[in-house]
């Protein structure tokens, strides 16, 4: 997939809150000293598996896919 390098960078962080809910690819371009990602969103989908579909398509190889809220349900315990 080609990149447009004039895109702007964003912060991992803030797509987070914006996508809140979904899943992101995403393509780490750099990171800052306080550990936050900055990139370009290739993507989002609230369907993991129509994101990975649309990432085939757009023939992308390398993203960093993350999801966008919490990893477990509110109510539910994880033990591991």
Known sequence: ???N?????????Q???QYAGQWLA???SEETPSG????LMIAHN???RELHRELRDKKVYRA???FAGPVV???YTVIM
């Open 46 to 48: 609230h369907d993991r």
């Open 5 to 13: 390098q004039n895109m702007e960078k964003t912060s991992l962080h």
């Open 73 to 75: 349900k509110p109510g």
């Open 15 to 17: 797509l987070k809150q």
């Open 64 to 66: 960093y896919v993350t």
């Open 26 to 28: 995403f393509l780490v």
């Open 36 to 39: 936050d990602l900055l990139g």
């Open 1 to 3: 997939m080609e990149v």
